[in-house]
């Protein structure tokens, strides 16, 4: 079974451009979460989506959004990028656990955006 | 608020020797603590997880864990280290919520693991 897939896996933008990041779930997880994960650090919670509505924020700005589709694919979106929007951002998936928090996620090798 | 701090930003071990990489959690709820390892340009793989059952964990590759709650910390181990398991290594804790949807985890800074020849 194809694991968590991400796309593109680099892009490079320049400061005050749009970008949108694609991922698909393993088949049969309904749940996506993105996490930022800046050169040197551990990765930072920015969504989970579960059933296509937001289920969870971090402590990211407005220029950050996410939705989630039918077929639990997601999007994410990032507005008017900063330089300090550069980073790995990665996309995990879980299944449908019945209620309790695992915390299990399944991660994708992420999308590498470089702000110039 | 729940946090966890990895207290070796870097380790260096011979390869056969044993492998300590140190972690304490701080969490206001029962915590659901984990291991993931990143190796270079790949995604994040789950090493271990503690929820609330055996306080000793054992995980892939012959790495285990152990949950402290008097200590608040939950230390990752392994007898023998091997070239392999060179990577970053992070610490990841997860409040407990009894309604799905919230499922946040908080990492810490990662403790990057050398193994020498």
């Known amino acids: 079974d194809a694991g968590v897939t991400q796309s593109p896996t680099h892009l490079i933008k320049t400061r005050g451009q749009h970008v949108t990041l694609r991922c698909s779930p393993i088949?049969?997880?309904?749940?996506v979460s993105w996490y930022q994960q800046v050169l040197g650090q551990g990765p930072q919670f920015i969504f989970q989506?579960?059933?296509?509505?937001?289920?969870g924020r971090g402590n990211f700005p407005d220029r950050f959004s996410a939705r989630q589709f039918p077929n639990y694919s997601s999007e994410l979106n990032v507005n008017a990028l900063l330089l300090g929007d550069s980073a790995l951002y990665l996309c995990?998936?879980?299944?449908?656990?019945?209620?309790?928090?695992?915390?299990?996620?399944?991660f994708g090798e992420g999308s590498r955006l470089t702000v110039l | 608020a729940q946090s966890v701090t990895q207290l070796d930003s870097h380790v260096s071990v011979s390869e056969g020797t044993p492998v300590l990489l140190r972690c304490n959690y701080s969490?206001?709820?029962?915590?659901?603590l984990f291991w993931y390892v990143q190796h270079p340009n790949k995604g994040l793989q789950l090493l271990l997880k503690?929820?609330?059952?055996?306080?000793l964990v054992k995980g892939i590759n012959g790495f285990e864990a152990e949950f402290k709650k008097s200590e608040t910390s939950f230390h990752l181990t392994k007898p023998s280290a091997h070239m392999s398991d060179a990577a970053e290594y992070f610490c990841?804790?997860?409040?407990?919520?009894?309604?799905?949807?919230?499922?946040?985890?908080?990492f810490g800074t990662g403790t990057r693991l050398t193994i020498i020849p």
């Open positions: 990841v804790v997860s409040d407990q919520i009894s309604n799905f949807g919230n499922e946040k985890l908080t």
């Open positions: 995990a998936s879980r299944p449908y656990s019945g209620g309790r928090n695992t915390g299990e996620l399944f």
């Open positions: 989506y579960y059933e296509k509505e937001e289920r």
């Open positions: 503690y929820t609330s059952a055996a306080t």
């Open positions: 088949s049969g997880h309904k749940s």
């Open positions: 969490s206001s709820y029962s915590p659901s």
